[in-house]
C-alpha cells in the first residue's frame, strides 16, 4: 500500500488550491476525486461560475496557475452595482475607486478547475487518484483510506475538501450546524440585448437577490436568482420565454430584453458549519468546512484561503520537523480559519434578514443604507476592500 504524508479527498477548486499551494515543500501529496481532474470545455460557456476576488486571483498568480486559465472562459469585472428593487437603495463601485484594474473575475468553475489541475499534475510531489473513498480507518499515527475499487492509501494527514456532503467531515465525527436558508438558486447563463460593460450587477427583490454576473462575452450573464422555494418552483415551471420576461422584469430591464442560452439549473441553498475542523490526522477545509448564501459570491474565495491558510501552516511545520498531523499543531488553522468563516456566514445572515420582504422599516433602513454606503467614501472603500478579499 503507498504511503504520502497528506491525502486530500476532493479536486474540487479548494483542493487543487491546497495541492497548488503545497507546490515548495517536501511533503507527498495524493488528490483523491471521483471525477476525472480536467474536462474539456464546450464551446458555449457553462453556467457553474465563480467570482473570484482579488486575493484569490493575486495566490493563483503566483502559484503559476493563473497562466494555464482559458482567457476566453474568465472575465474581469469592473464595476458593481447592487439596488434594492423595492426602495431608493442603490450603489455603484467601480475598481478605479481602488485604484486597480479589476474588482475580480467572473471565471467558470470548470475553467479554474482545469487550470488548477494542469498546475498540480505538473508537480513531482502530488500523485492523483480517480476513486470514490468508502472508508477511513484512522490510527495513531496514520490514516488508512479505502478506494471504491479496491486499492487503498494511506497517510499522515487525511484533508477533507469534498463538499458540502463531505464523506471525510461525517468519517470523523465533525458535527455541524445548519440552516435552510429557504432559497432556491436559479443558475443559468442569458443573453441581454444590452451589453453588460464589465459590470457586475446584483437587485434585491422581496423573494430576493438576482445577480448578473458579466461574461466574456459582451452580451452574456450568468445569472444566480435566489427566491424562495414557492417562488424558484414558480420560475422552473414556467416557459423559457415566461421565465426570460420575469427575469427581464425582476432585473428592472437594466439589460433589456433576455433570452435563456444555457437550461436551466436550480440550488437548494443551506448554511453548514463544521463546529470542528481539525482533530489528529484529520483536517477540513472549503465546503466541507462550510457552505453559505452565494448573494455575496465569497464561497469558493473562502475556501481557497482556507486552503492557502492551511498549507502556508503545514509547509512551516515540515521545515521545522514538527508532526503535520498532531491537532494541537493544526489549531492555528482551524481558530483563525473558522472565524473567518462565522464572520461571513453572521454578515450572509444579516443581508438575508434586512433584504428578506416588503417590510417598510426594513425598506427605509435598507434605502438610507445603500445610500448613505454609496456617499460616504470611507465606508464604500472598507465594503470594496472586503469584497475584493484584501
Ligand atoms: C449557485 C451558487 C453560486 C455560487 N457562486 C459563487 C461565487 O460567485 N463565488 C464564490 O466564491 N463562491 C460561489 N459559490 C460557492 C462555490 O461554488 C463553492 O464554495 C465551491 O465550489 C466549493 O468548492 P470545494 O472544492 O470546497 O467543493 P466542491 O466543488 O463540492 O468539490 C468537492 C470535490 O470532491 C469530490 N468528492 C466528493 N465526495 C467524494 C468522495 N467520497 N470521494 C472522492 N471524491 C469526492 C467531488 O467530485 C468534487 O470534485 C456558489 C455556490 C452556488 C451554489
Known amino acids: 500500500m503507498q504511503h504520502v504524508d497528506i491525502g486530500i479527498v476532493g479536486g474540487g477548486i479548494v483542493g487543487l488550491t491546497l495541492a497548488a499551494a503545497l507546490k515548495e515543500s517536501s511533503l507527498s501529496v495524493a488528490i483523491i476525486d471521483k471525477h476525472p481532474l480536467s474536462t474539456a470545455l464546450g464551446e458555449k460557456p457553462t453556467a457553474r461560475v465563480s467570482a473570484i476576488n482579488q486575493a484569490n486571483i493575486a495566490a493563483l498568480q503566483s502559484l503559476d496557475t493563473w497562466q494555464h486559465l482559458q482567457k476566453d472562459r474568465a472575465n474581469a469585472y469592473v ?31 470548470q475553467a479554474l478547475i482545469n487550470a488548477l489541475a494542469q498546475s498540480v499534475e505538473s508537480q513531482a510531489n502530488v500523485q492523483v487518484f480517480e476513486s470514490g473513498i468508502e472508508r477511513v480507518l484512522s490510527g495513531p499515527n496514520q490514516n488508512m483510506v479505502m478506494f471504491d475499487n479496491n486499492d487503498a492509501l494511506s497517510c499522515r494527514l487525511l484533508i477533507g475538501a469534498d463538499g458540502a456532503n463531505s464523506f471525510v ?41 438576482l445577480a448578473l454576473l458579466p ?5 452574456v450573464c450568468s445569472i444566480v436568482w435566489s427566491q424562495t ?10 416557459s423559457d420565454s415566461d421565465f426570460c420576461n420575469a427575469l427581464t422584469a425582476a432585473s428592472g430591464s437594466i439589460l433589456g430584453t433576455t433570452a ?54 503545514l509547509v512551516q511545520l515540515s521545515n521545522e520537523g514538527s508532526d503535520i498531523g498532531l491537532h494541537k499543531n493544526l489549531r492555528p488553522y482551524e481558530r483563525s480559519r473558522k472565524t473567518e468563516a462565522m464572520k461571513m456566514i453572521a454578515a450572509m445572515d444579516g443581508f438575508k434578514l434586512l433584504f428578506d420582504g416588503d417590510d417598510p422599516l426594513k425598506k427605509l433602513i435598507r434605502g438610507v443604507g445603500l445610500a448613505a454606503t454609496d456617499k460616504v467614501g470611507a465606508i464604500k472603500q472598507a465594503f470594496v476592500s472586503h469584497a475584493m478579499g484584501l
Not at 94 to 104: H, I, N, T, V, Y
Not at 169 to 195: C, M, S, W
Open 229 to 238: 422555494p414557492d417562488a424558484a418552483a414558480k420560475l422552473a415551471a414556467m
Open 215 to 219: 461574461m466574456a462575452e459582451p452580451n
Open 79 to 109: 464595476a458593481m452595482h447592487v439596488w434594492d428593487k423595492d426602495s431608493f437603495g442603490d450603489i455603484h463601485f467601480s475598481c478605479e475607486e481602488m485604484g486597480s484594474d479589476a474588482l475580480g473575475v467572473i471565471v467558470e468553475n
Open 260 to 313: 435563456l442560452e444555457t437550461q436551466r439549473s436550480a440550488f437548494p441553498l443551506t448554511m453548514r458549519y463544521a463546529r470542528e475542523w481539525a482533530k489528529d490526522g484529520i483536517a477540513l477545509v472549503g465546503d466541507a468546512a462550510h457552505t453559505i448564501h452565494p448573494l455575496a459570491g465569497q464561497g469558493a474565495n473562502l475556501g481557497m484561503q482556507d486552503a492557502l491558510a492551511l498549507a502556508e501552516l
Open 169 to 209: 467531515r461525517q468519517q470523523a465525527g465533525f458535527p455541524i450546524t445548519f440552516k435552510d436558508y429557504e432559497h432556491t438558486a436559479i443558475v443559468a447563463n442569458i443573453k441581454t440585448a444590452l451589453p453588460h460593460e464589465n459590470v457586475a450587477r446584483q437587485a434585491f427583490t422581496p423573494t430576493g437577490p
